[in-house]
Structures are given as C-alpha cells and as structure tokens.
C-alpha cells in the first residue's frame, strides 16, 4: 500500500473552479518527491490535500489507510506536515522557541520528548542560535527555516515543503539539501514543490510533473529532465547542465557536471 494515495481525486473551489482534474498519485513511504510545474498547474491545492487543508471534491486522498475526508485537518496533521510556501502565512508566536515548541506540545506528547524533538529541530535547521528572537526581525529566509523547524518537531511520518528554495541563497540550498537528506536517512516521506530544476535535480529521487491541473508523468530525474514533450506541456526548462549538453549533442540522459565533465572527455 502506498504511503500517500491520491486516486480519481478532483477539486473545485466553492466558485466552481477546478483546481485539480481527476488525478492520480501514489507515493511509497520514504520516497524524497518532487513536483515541478509553472503557477496555476494545481501543485499547492494537491499538497493541501494530503494535508488535510483541503478536501478533495471527489476521489479519495490516504494517507497509509487513513482517508482524509473522515478525519479533521488537526488528525491528518499529526502524520502529515506542512511548510507553508510564505512563513507569514504560518508564524504566529512572538519568539522561534514558541513557534517550534508548539506543534509538539498540541499533540500533547510527554515534555521529555517535546525538548528532544524541539532540541533537534532548531539545529538540524540552523535556528538554534535565534531561539529567542522574534520571527519578524529576522529576515524572510530566515523565517522559512522557522517554520521547518516547527513541522520537523511535530516528527510526522509525511512532510510536505511548499517552494522551499524561494528567497534562499546558496548557503540556504545547502541548507536545505543536508535537511532532506537527513530526513531522507530517517525513512521520512517527503514531498516538495520546486520551481528551481537545479535544485530537483540534485535533490530528489522521482519528479512528479503537474500541468493544466493533471498530472503529466513522473519518474527519475535523468527521465523527466529528457522527456521534451512532458517538458513542453509544463513549460519547464531542462537544468543548465542539461541544456548545455543537448546543445552539444553529447547524449541524452545528463543531470549533473560530473556525467558532462565525463560525455566531454569521451568525445575527445
């Protein structure tokens, strides 16, 4: 049974515009996901769905065999969290301690073990030299590290990171990639949206591709970066590397510099 189903799902806002079409999804448990797509291809109303945020209109959304429309958002959120795209939209205590501590402490988890999570959390993320500061001076980079922290205290089983890498800068990329990693070692299923291919391509194991409120296919990053049509209907880019190396003809297939440094010396 997959960790994370959505099957025939469909949803409409209560104006009647569909945001989602009748798609299927199936993620295992630990898989490190991406979805990839341009604005308006139903990316963030698909996550908010695992979340339990929004419910779908029709089809079903499980998580293991729990079906989110017979529980509340609070139940689904204990094993599904979710990292809102803006920080704003999430931060709402006046110090970074109180913003982590307090997913724990609602699911009401023995104090011992809601310092330990919140111990970890805030140095997995960096945050633990700001614990005492308020949220809103410090900067919006920073305060997306914040609201991390918070749902990695919680210790779901499925994490979603809505646009992460948005406002970061090198530093906070590899921020970022050490965390996932790490979660990815703690057998966490995670699932993030990106609109940076370099960073996809360097992070996650399988890419699901979203467009005109579908899902257009999904698989290895070194598949999808290749498949032009796919590409084409998402109006997505290849990464630079891959780009280059079309350019110049050196094979399909490349993701990385090293596999471009390796295609250019065996040509010569």
């Known amino acids: 049974m997959a960790h994370v189903s959505l099957k025939d799902v ?9 945001a989602i079409d009748h798609i299927n999804i199936e993620i295992e448990k630990g ?11 139903g990316k963030t109303t ?7 945020l929004l419910r779908p209109t029709k089809g079903d959304v499980k998580i293991g065999d729990m079906n ?15 990292v ?5 939209d999430q931060i709402f205590h006046s110090s970074v301690y109180d913003e982590v501590v307090f997913g724990p402490k609602m699911m009401k988890l023995a104090n011992e073990k809601v310092e330990k999570q919140v111990d970890y959390a805030l140095k997995i993320t960096g945050m633990d030299v700001f614990k005492n500061e308020n949220p809103y001076n410090l900067p919006l980079s920073t305060r997306k590290f914040i609201t991390i922290a918070a749902i990695i205290a919680m210790d779901t089983e499925v994490m979603i990171f809505d646009e992460p890498t948005a406002g970061q800068d090198l530093e ?15 057998g966490k299923t995670v699932i993030t949206i990106s609109h940076d291919m370099e ?16 899902v257009v296919t999904s698989g290895p990053p070194k598949k999808i970066f290749w498949d032009f049509p796919a590409l084409e209907e998402a ?6 590397i891959s780009q280059l190396c079309n350019s110049l003809n050196l094979g399909e297939g490349i993701i990385h510099l090293e596999e471009a440094v390796k295609a250019i010396k065996d040509r010569s």
């Not at 698909?46 to 339990?52: A, E």
């Not at 809102?84 to 704003?88: G, T, V």
């Not at 960073?199 to 591709?209: K, Y």
């Open 172 to 186: 906070g990329n590899r921020r970022l990639s050490a965390i996932l990693k790490e979660l990815h070692h703690q």
């Open 235 to 240: 109006m997505l880019k290849q990464p630079y």
């Open 68 to 82: 989110t429309k017979d529980y509340t958002t609070a139940q689904v959120s204990r094993k599904v969290g979710y």
């Open 46 to 52: 698909t996550v908010k769905m695992c979340n339990g």
């Open 199 to 214: 960073f996809v391509v360097s992070n996650f194991e399988r890419v699901i591709v979203m467009a005109n409120k579908k």
């Open 10 to 18: 469909t949803f409409a806002y209560p104006n009647g515009f569909v």
């Open 84 to 88: 809102f795209q803006n920080p704003d």
């Open 31 to 41: 898989e490190n996901v991406a979805i990839v797509g341009q604005n308006g291809a």
